[in-house]
């Protein structure tokens, strides 16, 4: 931990920026200029008791990174058929399975209050977050004119040779 003091006024900061996630938006608040809210950001006891923040929100509450990845997991493996019946009708919403019902980012009902339309969150969207989680996916990067680079280095390699000779 760093030994510098937090001060009321950087306090009102964190406070702001872990509710916003913004420098801008949490210094504006509390009456810093544009660029000292983002050098705060840079300071160790700023960064620490920002940390210790976010790490107290999350004590106790049921969200943990098992959990994050279940959610985006019922998303992303959601299968869509089973809200429905055989006749192609949606169901009581009761009758889901509770993955379905974790998936859903919206639904409409009819005046009755029978189920009229629903809305599934981004699949695709769920899968790449799981699979940058995992690592399943590998950036690849084209480097152009390595050619050029590797005659270069080998002419830069026979002038040493010569002068040192």
């Given at each position: 931990m760093s030994k510098a003091k937090v001060t009321p006024k950087q306090r009102r900061f964190i406070d702001h920026y872990c509710i916003s996630l913004n420098a801008e938006q949490?210094?504006?608040?509390?009456?810093?200029?544009?660029?000292?809210?983002?050098?705060?950001?840079?300071?160790?006891?700023?960064?620490?008791?920002?940390?210790?923040?976010?790490?107290?929100?999350f004590e106790g509450s049921a969200i943990t990174p098992e959990r994050v990845i279940e959610e985006i997991a019922a998303i992303a493996l959601v299968d869509i058929t089973e809200i429905y019946d055989d006749h192609g009708n949606i169901m009581e919403l009761r009758s889901w399975p509770k993955a379905a019902r974790r998936a859903v980012s919206d639904i409409r009902f009819d005046k009755e209050g029978n189920v009229r339309g629903v809305a599934m969150n981004a699949k695709i969207r769920a899968l790449e977050q799981l699979g940058k989680h995992f690592k399943l996916f590998v950036d690849v990067h084209e480097i152009r004119g390595g050619e050029e680079i590797g005659r270069r280095l080998a002419e830069i390699r026979q002038r040493k040779l010569k002068e040192s000779s």
């Open positions: 949490a210094g504006r608040e509390v009456g810093y200029a544009k660029t000292y809210a983002q050098q705060l950001l840079a300071k160790p006891h700023i960064r620490d008791a920002i940390k210790t923040r976010q790490a107290a929100a």
